[in-house]
């Protein structure tokens, strides 16, 4: 269907044609499309930019030539049909309109005005949690997205950074105040990372409309999070963050951790480890965990021992660690 409009105008925008493209948005009509749906076949048709703005309802939808649908204002030298309440459809086709573009935007605001209609079913009052879940969700339309965050009083547009928070979240100290508890983590809207506590993933500063990419990614960050480090960035874990991949029956499997878990029985073995790793010296991690360096490197002995590989160099640290993070990961593996 891509770039449709444009063949059968080349053929003739005679009425046979014209038909044609009243029978595609009468069918997206019949079968009550959604509004993404819309904005992303009008697109494919026409073979250029296209778009939806309700400002009354948060709506800024446009899709580029079949693209996905995303959020973005009119463009300035678009061709626009106005609706009631400052709606309108527009198409951005470069160079000279083509001859069935006027048929186009007439059909394109008409299936709007309806599906708008349609899609109009209300949704959480104002406030309601259940908004952020919205906004959050993985499966949500960018129509619906957007709808969510203008009831919320939320720019589609705003830079918004989601956490991923196992505590209580003080609300007056977050900046948009917009949190809701997903399970047994909290997720929060908001534009600064408040003290929290608990432990705390930090996603990526993205626009608001993005919100669900942050917080896959603060979830992920979250399953890096220990009593030793309990707030960790997505954007600060660079190559680490593809170890979230692998699965916890794998990650129990792997020798190293095996070994890890017989030494977490031993009180203390786990933190004394962490700081080693932290710092990267016996003394040093011996002043972290309020331990005496003598009685350290009995215990990193100990450890040697059951993990088969030294930890007075580098390779042995690197090893360490890696296993660390890895069998952080599957402890966290419900948090994510």
């Known amino acids: 269907m891509r770039g449709l409009l444009l063949r059968l105008s080349g053929l003739d925008a005679d009425a046979e044609s014209a038909v044609r493209v009243i029978g595609f948005f009468d069918r997206l009509i019949t079968e009550?499309?959604?509004?993404?749906?819309?904005?992303?076949?009008?697109?494919?048709?026409?073979?250029?930019?296209?778009?939806?703005?309700?400002?009354?309802q948060g709506l800024g939808l446009r899709a580029d030539s079949g693209g996905a649908v995303t959020t973005g204002p009119v463009p300035a030298r678009a061709?626009?049909?106005?609706?009631?309440?400052?709606?309108?459809?527009?198409?951005?086709?470069?160079g000279d309109p083509a001859p069935l573009d006027d048929m186009l935007l007439e059909r394109f605001a008409i299936a709007a005005a309806v599906l708008l209609?349609?899609?109009?079913v209300p949704l959480p009052e104002l406030g309601d949690p259940a908004l952020v879940e919205l906004v959050l969700s993985e499966s949500a339309g960018t129509a619906e997205r957007s709808r969510a965050l203008h009831l919320l009083g939320i720019d589609a547009g705003s830079p918004v950074r989601v956490l991923a928070a196992t505590?209580?979240?003080?609300?007056?100290?977050?900046?948009?105040?917009?949190?809701?508890?997903?399970?047994?983590?909290?997720?929060?809207?908001?534009?600064?990372?408040?003290?929290?506590?608990?432990?705390?993933?930090?996603?990526?500063?993205?626009?608001?409309?993005?919100?669900?990419?942050?917080?896959?990614?603060?979830?992920?960050?979250?399953?890096?999070?220990?009593?030793?480090?309990?707030?960790v960035w997505w954007e600060k874990l660079g190559g680490l963050a593809v170890l979230a991949d692998v699965g916890p029956a794998e990650v129990a499997a792997l020798p190293d951790v095996r070994a890890l878990?017989?030494?977490?029985?031993?009180?203390?073995?786990?933190?004394?480890?962490?700081?080693?790793?932290?710092?990267?010296?016996v003394r040093k991690a011996a002043v972290l965990v309020h331990r005496h360096h003598s009685t350290m490197t009995t215990r990193l002995t100990r450890a040697e021992a059951v993990l088969g590989f030294g930890l007075d160099e580098a390779p042995g640290r690197f090893r360490l660690h890696l296993a660390l993070v890895l069998r952080r990961l599957r402890d966290n593996a419900a948090t994510g």
């Open 117 to 120: 209609e349609h899609s109009s």
């Open 167 to 231: 505590g209580q979240v003080p609300g007056r100290s977050v900046v948009l105040d917009r949190s809701e508890a997903l399970g047994e983590v909290r997720a929060v809207l908001s534009a600064e990372v408040p003290e929290v506590p608990g432990r705390l993933g930090v996603g990526p500063l993205l626009p608001a409309i993005d919100a669900a990419r942050s917080w896959r990614a603060a979830r992920t960050a979250l399953r890096y999070t220990s009593d030793g480090d309990p707030v």
């Open 261 to 281: 878990d017989r030494l977490g029985a031993e009180p203390g073995m786990i933190a004394l480890l962490d700081a080693l790793c932290a710092t990267g010296s």
């Open 32 to 56: 009550r499309a959604g509004l993404d749906a819309l904005v992303r076949s009008t697109s494919e048709l026409a073979g250029c930019p296209v778009g939806l703005h309700a400002p009354g």
């Open 79 to 94: 061709s626009i049909r106005a609706l009631e309440g400052g709606v309108c459809v527009w198409a951005a086709r470069e």
